[in-house]
């Protein structure tokens, strides 16, 4: 499970991989981690641990994480608006 000891390193991790991920905006994974990392930071049993898990004294890169460079801009386009009309769609 990430674990960041100020905001600072939560940045740092942010600006490495959250801001090239196809997944930024609304991303669950990291939305998980602000609500229940406190939480769960001691249950090995935690998914948590499996999304980002740690990788010695750092976190690792996220296991949902998408270059968004990879993608063409119309791929990303065509990905932006199914997520939007699935958004619609769920409520």
């Not at 991303?27 to 010695?56: F, K, Q, T």
Request: aromatic share 10%.
């Amino acid at each position: 499970m990430a674990y960041f000891s100020n905001g600072t390193e939560g940045m740092m991790y942010e600006e490495k991989f959250c801001d090239r991920c196809l997944h930024q905006e609304g991303c669950p994974v990291w939305d998980a981690h602000l609500l229940y990392s406190y939480r769960d930071c001691n249950d090995e049993g935690s998914i948590l641990h499996m999304l980002i898990p740690r990788d010695g004294a750092g976190n690792a890169r996220c296991r949902m994480f998408v270059d968004k460079g990879l993608l063409s801009n119309l791929a990303l386009l065509q990905y932006r608006a199914e997520a939007q009309k699935a958004e619609v769609a769920h409520g």
